[in-house]
């Protein structure tokens, strides 16, 4: 097994060479059947989730100012989608205590399907640990709960803060003569802490879902790179299906589930292909550092 510094000086060495194995694994991998599947199972999971989390928070928090936190975050999943899953998202708060104790476990089930198939695709890219090490099936059935609960944590934390903001955005300070406004510093601070969490999110996700230990530099290196990579595509996409794209005309009222389930699947590519480099660098200088992909 190399160290560190040995598979660092063997990419230098031939990055373009690391780039191309990265690819021919991820195609071995299926990487695109992959990526299509966690996105679909997020289009599943998106609304339920949020509509749960959202229903809990509303009971110790002002709802209207809940939602319109939760739709200022939405636009990092869903560009230029955002305000069509709120209005979903919306009609399930109101009808909440129609679902009934049956509702409950079902809307839970539907929440956690996108960090299962996550898990799952995790496992075919890392196929070398599973291989070694195997989890115990309890420990995937509650992972995605977990993440529930710290995602309803998390946004809840963000409301808080952001309800102080809005509080010292009416007021100014005068510094030399010049009269400053927190209203403008309000909408950067928030826009940042949504990626800062983004970040977090994605350095967890390659902590956790693959089977056994990866360094936090690594995967703290690939959640910044994947968190990058996604504003970037995100204000492409935005770009895109507001000037050139004709997926109105050709799919009508299906449009925006269609824009929604693009969006996701670009984001699914994105975060498994930065695992599939962390799962490439592990093999270097390991026996099966010439294996493509995961054989079937």
Sequence with gaps: MLRASKRVQAVLADPLGFIRQVLAAFRANQGFLLAGAVAYHTLLSIVPMFALILVLLSQVLEPQHLLNITERYME???????????????????????????????????????????????????????????????VSAILPYIYILLLGLGLLVVTVVSSSLDALSSGAVSILGHEWSFSGFNTSLMYLLGVLGEILLLTSLYLVMPVGRIALQHALVGGVVAAVLWEITRRVLVWYFSTLSIVNVVYGTLATAVVILLSLEAAALILLLGAQVIASYERIGTHDEATQGLET
């Design 76 to 138: 990092l999943v869903a560009p230029g989608r955002a305000q069509a899953l709120m209005e979903q998202i919306e009609v399930f708060i109101v009808n909440w205590k129609l679902i009934g104790i049956v509702g409950v476990p079902v809307l839970l089930f539907f929440s956690s399907l996108a960090f299962t198939v996550l898990e799952n695709a995790m496992s075919v890219i890392f196929f070398h640990r599973v291989a070694i090490q195997r989890r115990h099936f309890m």
